[in-house]
């Protein structure tokens, strides 16, 4: 298969920054789309699989997988996109279309194991999947997102990730109009998931550590905001939610949270803990709760998704860097630093 050479940003080791460097990209099959990057979004995916810190990292990696840009390129057989349309790439660039969750539109869940847009085998190319810390990207249109028109193009970068991974449990769940649901957690998770929530209707609560963010999550949102460390605060929402969405990846006592659940309750986690969270069993014996986690989601339900935030006007709170800032924008997530996603323009990478 033809190669065209391609400048991305990656790290050919856990222990190394993040530098310019070579990629090849697959020239455009008949089903292909090629698109030039526009903004690319920083997800905290993105350090942990540079750094290895999940352990199955493959080298040279090229991170990104919220990627906004422009198709400069059609295979003969495309029908769904044309030159010029502004479209999107999440996490997901193929799947083997064939098993049960394929079929169902769950790809995220696909039995053999989807294609990652980075650190997965390619299945073209001897080399691992990269990602969008580079200058374009060759991806198969059945797995190619729609932006809408109103969007700012760089605030919806992170759509591609972070809006779907609360999206999708939202939508599992039924959130609605009448449904008090809290939102765990203010940050590049958890502020998508509380203007997605007050725009499905419900009522939301945020809960976060820092009384100083009160004010910001009312602004983003939220009808009420308790400060979880006040047991006091905690007590009085006490088998008052219908859902609750938790996007801490910090250790932290889940059955603090479990108690909030009316009856038939949930809590969906989409944090992501380096340690196991102790669950009591009477947290979820006395009320029938459910205790469950939730990851992305598929093709169809990720345009919902951006469609949604098109009629709501949703994007993401995000701070704009240059590609060069890289290595500096991952010290500052470690941190919590941001407010509340890096964006890269990557202008910056084609112009270097």
């Known amino acids: 298969m033809s190669t065209t050479s391609v400048k991305a940003y990656g790290t050919p080791a856990a222990e190394a920054p ?19 990057i526009l903004y690319c979004g920083v997800c905290h995916s993105d ?12 080298y040279p990696c090229v991170p990104g997988h919220e990627i906004v840009g422009r198709i400069v390129r059609v295979g003969d ?33 696909c039995e053999p194991g989807a294609t990652q847009t980075y650190n997965s085998p390619d299945k073209y190319l ?20 729609r932006i809408p028109e109103n ?23 039924n959130i609605g109009p009448g449904k008090k649901v809290g939102i765990v957690g203010i940050g590049g998770l958890g502020h998508m ?36 460390k006040d047991e006091e605060q905690m007590a009085a929402f006490r088998g008052k939610l219908h859902f609750i969405l938790d996007a801490v990846s910090a250790e932290h006592d889940i059955n603090a949270y479990l108690n909030l659940l009316r009856v ?37 339900e990720t345009q919902e998704m951006l469609d949604f935030c098109g009629a709501h006007n949703i994007t993401a709170d995000i701070e704009m860097i240059n590609i060069q800032q890289i290595n ?8 919590g630093d941001v407010k509340y996603r890096f964006v890269i323009d990557m202008n910056s990478l084609k112009n270097a």
């Open 18 to 36: 993040l530098n310019m460097l070579d990629i090849r990209r697959r020239t455009a099959t008949p089903h292909d789309v090629e698109i030039d």
């Open 47 to 58: 350090l942990h699989t540079a750094r290895n810190e999940w352990h199955f990292t493959v």
């Open 328 to 335: 500096e924008a991952y010290e500052r997530l470690l941190k």
């Open 264 to 300: 038939d309750g949930s809590l969906a986690l989409v944090g992501a803990p380096e340690h196991p969270l102790p669950v009591a069993a009477f947290s979820v014996i006395m009320g029938r709760k459910s205790f469950s986690g939730s990851m992305i989601g598929g093709i169809a």
């Open 126 to 145: 001897d080399t691992p999947t990269f990602g969008g810390y580079s200058e374009s990207v060759v991806v198969d249109e059945n797995y190619v997102l």
């Open 77 to 109: 057989h495309v029908t769904k996109f044309k030159v010029g349309d502004v479209v999107g790439v999440g996490c997901l660039v193929d799947s083997c279309r064939e098993c049960q969750y394929c079929q169902e539109g769950l790809e995220q869940f």
């Open 193 to 228: 998931g509380i203007k997605i929530a007050k725009a499905m209707g419900a009522h939301v609560v945020a809960f976060t550590t820092s009384a100083s963010k009160f004010a910001e999550a009312k602004r983003l949102g939220a009808d009420e905001v308790v400060l979880s």
């Open 151 to 173: 969007l700012d193009l760089a605030a919806t970068a992170p759509l591609l990730c972070a809006g779907i991974t609360t999206y999708s449990p939202l939508r599992h769940w």
